[in-house]
């Protein structure tokens, strides 16, 4: 009975763990996309020193990164198992990622439907990484 105990106790901790790692995750992103934008505001930033598109891409993807955090965190909360729950999401988000991307034929939805696929790849390798982190 208390290897029992013992065992659901540190799956309790586990699933903690892993539910603060998610929470780092989402912070993570934030503070990235806070860094980006606060580059695109600063002084010396001219229209003749840098490409803009890359500041919105950039901006873009965090903002897509820090919704999949959400996401997990969210299924984590309202799972029984937080480690499947976990799993899932990284398989979501690695499918996600392989989609083909074929021509929508409007530019500005072709580089949204790629940033989403590239932010889909990055949150599987971080959220993968930080499951083993954890473990």
């Known amino acids: 009975m208390a290897s029992i105990d013992r065992a659901v106790r540190d799956r309790k901790a586990f699933e903690g763990r892993l539910k603060t790692a998610a929470e780092a995750g989402r912070k993570n992103a934030r503070r990235y996309a806070n860094d980006w934008w606060g ?6 930033l001219t229209a003749e020193n840098v490409r803009m598109d890359s500041f919105f891409e950039a ?3 965090y903002q897509f990164q820090i919704e999949l955090w959400a996401s997990l965190i969210e299924a984590l909360k309202a799972s029984d198992d937080v480690v499947a729950t976990w799993h899932e999401k990284i398989a979501e988000a690695e499918r996600n990622s392989e989609r083909t991307g074929g021509s929508m034929g409007n530019p500005v939805a072709d580089a949204r439907q790629h940033l989403w696929r590239d932010a889909n790849e990055k949150f599987a ?4 990484d930080y499951f083993r982190r954890v473990g």
Do not use: F, M, V
């Open 39 to 44: 580059r695109l505001h600063a002084e010396e």
């Open 59 to 61: 901006i873009t993807g």
């Open 125 to 128: 390798r971080y959220a993968a």
